[in-house]
């Protein structure tokens, strides 16, 4: 429902609003088809916005349509086109001081660190996303961003650092109500535990997402909730999980 209307826009006449709304447009349905895992059709209109965009010298709209692509090129495994659509959208936003673009592409390029294996320049690039997402206020991806780094303290192994991260992530997220990320911080943090042999804490962590899970209906979770916590019940030597059902085993 919500993509129909926004192609409706498209049929805006040829005044120039007109045709900076028709690019941000095209870009948002680029975005959107991102999400439904399109990506011919995320690559055409994020090409068609970004046409446009730079003919208007709208460098804000440059620097999201560059992201989009990196995106869409992550989706691919094409992580070396990836990589430039980021760096360029970096590029623009720092040139032009568009700090929520510059926060975005230290993020999307830590993310695409991971993808490729590649820990250590993850967090750094975390790092500064974390500063300007602080200075931005904006709380959610200050959230996700100390999740991240979380995820990086499990690549690497590094089970205290890891723990660290998801306590503070869990912290931020509670103090300012983030409430989607608190099922994947409370997750990650009992699976974290688990491995420092930490079991009480583990099961209350994951006891706590599954909760948020079914509150909110990510069911995806709540079945990994189950499997970590039947783990638990085993190293314990009980038989039956951490549910009332059998658990399943999560997907990958």
Request: contains cysteine; proline residues 2%.
């Amino acid at each position: 429902m919500g993509r129909r209307h926004f192609e409706c826009a498209l049929g805006l006449d040829e005044q120039a609003d007109a045709a900076h709304a028709r690019a941000e447009t095209r870009a948002t349905l680029a975005w959107l088809a991102v999400a439904r895992h399109d990506v011919d059709g995320a690559h055409t209109l994020a090409r068609e916005a970004l046409a446009e965009a730079e003919r208007l010298g709208a460098t804000r709209l440059v620097a999201d349509c560059s992201l989009t692509l990196g995106v869409a090129f992550a989706e691919q495994l094409r992580y070396e086109d990836a990589a430039t659509w980021f760096a360029r959208a970096m590029e623009v936003a720092t040139r032009q001081g568009h700090r929520a673009e510059l926060a975005r592409a230290l993020n999307s390029l830590g993310t695409l660190a991971m993808r490729r294996g590649e820990p250590a320049d993850a967090l750094a690039h975390y790092e500064r996303a974390l500063t300007a997402f602080r200075d931005l206020g904006d709380h959610t991806n200050v959230a996700r961003i100390l999740m991240n780094a979380g995820a990086v303290g499990m690549a690497r192994l590094d089970w205290p650092a890891a723990k660290e991260a998801f306590e503070q992530a869990l912290r931020y997220a509670l103090a300012h109500e983030v409430g989607s990320l608190l099922p994947p911080i409370e997750f990650s943090l009992g699976a974290t535990l688990i491995e420092l042999n930490a079991l009480d804490a583990a099961a209350n962590h994951l006891a706590s997402a599954r909760e948020r899970c079914r509150a909110l209906k990510f069911t995806s979770y709540e079945i990994k909730t189950d499997y970590y916590l039947a783990r638990i019940a085993a190293r314990r030597g009980v038989r039956t999980g951490g549910s009332n059902r059998t658990p399943r085993r999560p997907r990958s």
